[in-house]
C-alpha cells in the first residue's frame, strides 16, 4: 500500500481542498481523532498513517478569539506543529507547515520577502510566528508556506460571508484601507501536491526547506475583493449591494489587522515553478462553484 500524503486540518478550507485534488493519495485528519490539544493523538494518527509526507493545515485561525486565549492558540499554533514536526524528523519526511502573512505588523509600504523580520500585532500572528521557528528548528526537511487571505466555496471565509450578506442587506461597509493578497484554498492546495510532486521527483533538495510566500497573483483591498466577489455573484442574478469602503479605525476589532500584509511570493516561483493564479479569476470561479452548487 502506497504511504499516503498525511492532510491535518479536518473540514478546513485547505484540507478539504486538497483532499478534493489529492484524491486517494491524500489522507485527511482532524478533531476528535486528531486534536492538538491532545498530544498523544497527534502520535497515534502519524504511526497509523506512516505517510511519505505531511501538510499541516491544522491551526487557531480565529484571530480576536486568539487574544483571550493566548493559551490555547499556542497549543494549536506552536506545541502542536512542533510535536508534528518532530516526528517528520524521526521519520526522515517532508513537512510542509501552512503559516500566515499576519506574522507581519503590515507597516512595511511594499510586498514583505521570507527574509522580512517578523513583526505581528496580535496573539494569533505572535503564535503562528512562534510556530513557524518551532516547526523549522523541529525538522530539517520543513517547508512553511505563508499564505494569506484564504476564501473557498466552503467553510467560513470573507467571500462567502460576502455573498451571503448581499442577500439581506442593500449595502455594506467592507474595510477600504488594508491591503494583501487573495487567496483561493482551491490555488493553494493545487500548489502544495505541486510542491509535494516535485518534491518526490527530485529526491529532497537543500534548497527546499525553509520559509516560502505562497499567495493569489495580484493585490486587493478588502473592499475590493468584496465587490468582485458581489460583482461575480450578481451574474448569477443576486443583488448587488451599495459596497461602502471604510477605515480599519471604523470597524475596530478585538486584534489588530496588518495595514498592508502583501507577500512577495516569488522565492516559490524560483525554487518550485509555482504560482499561483490572478486572484479575480479565482474569486470568480470560487462563487461560481458557490453559487452553482447552490450552497
Not at 108 to 135: C, F, I, M, N
Not at 258 to 270: A, G, I, Q, V
Amino acid at each position: 500500500m502506497t504511504h499516503p500524503i498525511l492532510v491535518t486540518g479536518g473540514s478546513g478550507q485547505l484540507a478539504s481542498s486538497l483532499a478534493a485534488i489529492g484524491g486517494e493519495q491524500v489522507r485527511r485528519v482532524g478533531r476528535p481523532e486528531f486534536d492538538f490539544d491532545v498530544p498523544p493523538s497527534i502520535d497515534t494518527i502519524f504511526a497509523r498513517a506512516a505517510p511519505r509526507l505531511v501538510v499541516n493545515a491544522a491551526a487557531w485561525t480565529a484571530v480576536d478569539a486568539a487574544e483571550a486565549d493566548e493559551a490555547g492558540a499556542a497549543r494549536a499554533n506552536v506545541a502542536g506543529p512542533a510535536r508534528l514536526a518532530g516526528l517528520c524528523a524521526d521519520a526522515g519526511i517532508p513537512l510542509i507547515h501552512v503559516s500566515t502573512d499576519y506574522v507581519f505588523d503590515g507597516d512595511k509600504g511594499e510586498p514583505y520577502l521570507e527574509t522580512d523580520p517578523t513583526s505581528p500585532t496580535g496573539v494569533y500572528g505572535r503564535t503562528k510566528a512562534d510556530g513557524e521557528r518551532a516547526v523549522l528548528a523541529a525538522c530539517p526537511r520543513a517547508i512553511v508556506l505563508r499564505t494569506s487571505w484564504v476564501y473557498s466555496p466552503t467553510g467560513k471565509n470573507f467571500v462567502r460571508t460576502m455573498v451571503e450578506a448581499a442577500t439581506r442587506h442593500p449595502t455594506l461597509r467592507v474595510v477600504g484601507d488594508q491591503y494583501g493578497r487573495p487567496t483561493s484554498a482551491d490555488d493553494l492546495a493545487a500548489g502544495i501536491l505541486a510542491i509535494a510532486g516535485r518534491i518526490e521527483a527530485d529526491g529532497w533538495q537543500e534548497q527546499y526547506g525553509g520559509i516560502f510566500h505562497a499567495a493569489g497573483s495580484g493585490e486587493a483591498t478588502w473592499h475590493g475583493l468584496a465587490v468582485a466577489a458581489l460583482e461575480a455573484a450578481a451574474r448569477h442574478g443576486r443583488p448587488m449591494p451599495d459596497v461602502i469602503a471604510i477605515r480599519t479605525a471604523d470597524w475596530p476589532t478585538p486584534a489588530r489587522r496588518p495595514s498592508d500584509s502583501r507577500l512577495d511570493c516569488s522565492k516559490l516561483d524560483r525554487v518550485f515553478g509555482v504560482r499561483l493564479p490572478p486572484w479575480r479569476r479565482s474569486v470568480s470561479a470560487t462563487v461560481d462553484h458557490l453559487l452553482g452548487a447552490g450552497q
